[in-house]
């Protein structure tokens, strides 16, 4: 069989047949529904470019994978370079970019986060955070938030708040509890002699970008203080400059026990997460250091890839461009949504993660599709279908948020017409 020129309808085609048979039916049904029916062939700062060489804005960053854009330079070359020498490691002898990589994140992270685990996602990271809360308390009981989103695995799974992902793979882990976002009082109230740690989002991403009150944060590190009960922070999606600052916690002021990472971490360029915690809490490592670990975890490709990422994060002064640009791109959407007070119900974000709240789940994916007509990537978030997240890399510019900002009004304005 022979395979049809890329460039070809028939390359699309097949590729989505393929979906179909071999990967998921739905999935394929789901992705053609939204309008987005090409196969993605190659990614170059903020456009992705299919096999038939429409270019497409990025929007949506892989969900926050993409802050350095696509393909940047440095990392592809870090990981080019790394790949020819030694791309895994034999986990005999030390590896010298997880050592220097660990070193980094140390210096870089917020309070007294000392030690890293290095794991390949952030569900893994964490279900590892989730481990070390237990085994440094001795406890077992968790509480999470209603809307938090941690990750589909078991653990992580267990952590978040939204039933319909939930309920499918019932039972699941024990002694976890979910109380309201941006409520110290709620999460107090959960609180029993048995509580291990409290797990949050500083922003909650996936429950569509809800941004606590100032004093949230502040509040739950107090709390935890007073009551001896960790607090872990999931910066998986926040974490690297996203919301204009390094680590979205800063901005409180506040670090937590343990902290989760990955996606943008590995510079869209290779998957990496990892978990970090104080010394306080990593000490219970100590008479057993593989009581946790991971074949992949740590290859010298993602941590070449994560280091490279550091550099440019820094060289680029990412954060404070996201806090800039975010700025303008929440003022320009709040602008326009101004125009459909009955369609739009709130605009909010944080730096370069903004969700715009429609009144109807069928509006919003009709205004994703509207985006996927004029070549414009976005999504709903995945606890909160009548939110579209815009995540755009870190690197957008001004004519890109104008086009967005424009091709934002169309979207809205021809669902509109559409529903008259
Ligand atoms: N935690 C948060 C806050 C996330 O947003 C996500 C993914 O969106 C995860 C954990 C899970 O990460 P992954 O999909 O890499 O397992």
Request: charged share 20%; proline share 6%.
């Amino acid at each position: 069989m022979t395979t049809p020129d890329p460039a070809t309808a028939a390359f699309v085609d097949e590729t989505i047949a393929k979906y179909r048979k071999y990967i998921s039916p739905g999935l394929a049904n789901l992705m053609d529904f939204v309008g987005f029916h090409g196969v993605e062939w190659r990614g170059e700062g903020m456009s992705v470019y299919d096999s038939q060489g429409q270019a497409y804005l990025d929007f949506l960053g892989g969900y926050g994978v993409f802050a350095l854009g696509h393909a940047h330079p440095k990392v592809v070359a870090a990981v080019q370079a790394q790949a020819a020498r030694l791309p895994m490691s034999s986990r005999v002898l030390f590896n010298r970019p997880a050592a220097d990589l660990a070193e980094r994140l140390a210096a870089l992270a917020p309070g007294n986060l000392q030690y890293t685990f290095f794991c390949n996602s952030g569900t893994e990271a964490v279900e590892g955070a989730l481990k070390l809360a237990r085994l440094a308390t001795g406890k077992t009981e968790i509480i999470g938030t209603v809307g938090g989103f941690h990750g589909k695995t078991y653990g992580g799974l267990s952590a978040s708040g939204r039933e319909v992902y939930r309920a499918p793979f019932a039972p699941l882990l024990p002694d976890f509890s979910h109380v309201p976002f941006n409520d110290v009082a709620a999460v107090a109230a959960a609180i029993t002699p048995r509580t291990a740690a409290v797990i949050v989002e500083p922003v909650q991403g996936e429950n569509g970008v809800i941004v606590p009150d100032d004093d949230y944060l502040p509040g739950l590190r107090k709390l935890c203080d007073d009551t001896g009960v960790l607090l872990i922070l999931d910066e998986v999606q926040t974490g690297f400059g996203r919301t204009g600052t390094m680590f979205a916690c800063e901005r409180w002021g506040i670090a937590p026990d343990i902290m989760a990472i990955a996606k943008a971490l590995g510079g869209g360029v290779m998957p990496i997460g990892a978990f970090m915690g104080t010394p306080a809490v990593w000490k219970v490592f100590e008479p057993n250091p593989l009581l946790h670990s991971s074949t992949f975890g740590g290859n010298e490709l993602a941590c070449a890839a994560a280091l490279a990422t550091l550099d440019v994060i820094e060289e680029e002064n990412l954060p404070a461009r996201a806090a800039v640009m975010g700025t303008r791109l929440l003022s320009g959407i709040r602008a326009v949504a101004e125009k459909y007070p009955g369609t739009i119900t709130e605009v909010r974000g944080l730096g370069l993660l903004v969700g715009v709240e429609f009144t109807d789940r069928d509006i919003a994916a009709l205004v994703i599709a509207g985006f996927a007509q004029q070549q414009i990537f976005a999504a709903y978030t995945l606890n909160n279908p009548c939110v579209i997240r815009l995540e755009p890399p870190l690197i957008v510019g001004d004519a890109e948020i104008d086009r967005v900002l424009t091709a934002f009004d169309t979207a809205v304005e021809g669902v509109l017409d559409l529903l008259a």
